[in-house]
């Protein structure tokens, strides 16, 4: 029998290795934390500011006669295209995400910084079109980064997190615009402004991805849902023809809704309240997404938020009151970044952790549908005198979106039978 000093010897390395245990798993969960607020933050800069502050900014250039309606709508296309591009250039650049992620964060300060500072058209199709292959390089970096490292540390659901960032840069660009123009303020003064914000959140996430390269063991890594080859490439192309309608769905609103808010409430103080909503309504999404159960099929969640937004774009159109842009502004937005977290997940569902060449192919078909958007909008304008025939179009496009991909969840349903 054991001696009673060994029973205690054995009891106290039980009670040693449990209490390990627990402040391991405490010291993970702080790091899945650290990690989803630093990737929050990182899309706040990338995309909160350096591809939407353009959108409350608008009315204000404007306003100042430095620029008109058609060629506004040629400096969002500019970024949108921008974005494109460095969608593409994700699929091929090879190196550490963090290095990438860092230099996408410092471009975005500086191409902001050059908007408040350069007064010229023709330099800002230039810094719109860098500042969107900034956004795209960070945002694919990033969202792979964050996501395989929480993956990692076993906490995937803290994924929708980080899709709170871009709502939270339009949270605070659209109040803090609202503010400039009750105080008259120029739109070069904003553009400095959101330049000195885009730094201090830079800074305060600048450690997080000053790391080594995320390397995950064999036994976190994530496998790919085992499916035939052949559907593999169907899923594929669908997801990616849907992510694209998505795209040119949002678009137009998102670029012009305080434009079209104006037209629509001359005089009134609310068409510059309606884009910050736009943004907790994006923040509020993401983090709603978080807590659905992760084993929801993402095609039938993507499609749900579709939907979503194509109501949202017609309550709009047919009831252009205070209370319809609120609440179309609120549909738009809530689904927003959570349709990019669901299409990332099912980039992983198909494949695995080799998925981020497939997260390129679909920001940057999602970039083709943003480049198509504000010129159709403008087109459209020019001919009717307002935004509904374009809105109209976006909404439909939505639904054909939320379409195609019920069709792709019925197709594997009948595969798996």
Sequence with gaps: MPSITNVRIQLNEARSAATDGIAMKMEQHREAWRVALAGALCLAVAMGIG???????????LHD?????????????????????????????????????RIGLAATVLLTLGMGLLQSPGWWLVLRTLAGIASACTFVFASGWC????????????????YCGPGLGIL??????????????????????????????????????????????????????ALPPTQIVRQTRGLTIAYALAGFG????????????????????????FWPLFGISVSLG???????????????????????QAGGILIGVAWPSVFGFALGSILLGLPFTAITLFAMRDAR???GDQAR?????????????????????????????SFTSSLCVAAFTLAAGAGLLGLMYRESRQTRA
């Design 286 to 308: 993401a983090w709603l997404a978080t807590h659905l159960p992760v084993h929801w099929d993402n095609r039938l969640l993507l499609a749900a938020c579709y939907l979503l």
């Design 172 to 225: 605070l660009t659209g109040l803090a615009t609202s503010a400039m123009v009750s105080h008259h303020w120029k739109a070069s003064y904003g553009w400095l402004s959101y330049a000195l914000l885009a730094l201090l959140l830079t800074a305060t996430v600048w450690r997080t991805f000053a790391g080594p390269a995320v390397s995950l063991t064999p036994a976190a890594a994530a496998a790919p849902q």
């Design 250 to 273: 949002y678009i137009i609103t998102a670029t012009f809704l305080p434009v079209i808010a104006r037209q629509a409430l001359p005089g009134s103080s609310w068409p510059d309240l």
């Design 65 to 101: 006669g430095v620029i008109d309606l058609t060629a506004g709508g040629w400096l969002a296309t500019a970024n949108y295209l921008g974005y494109f591009i460095g969608a593409l250039l994700c699929m091929v650049l090879r190196g550490s995400a963090t290095r990438f992620i």
């Design 147 to 162: 996501l395989q490292r929480l993956a990692q540390l076993q906490a995937p659901a803290l994924g929708g997190i980080i």
């Design 349 to 351: 569902r198909l494949r």
């Design 51 to 61: 591809r939407f502050a353009f959108t409350p900014l608008l009315p204000m250039m």
């Design 357 to 385: 060449s497939l997260m390129g192919l679909l920001t940057a078909t999602y970039g083709i549908g943003q480049i198509v958007g504000p010129p159709l909008a403008t087109r459209l304008v020019q001919g009717s005198g």
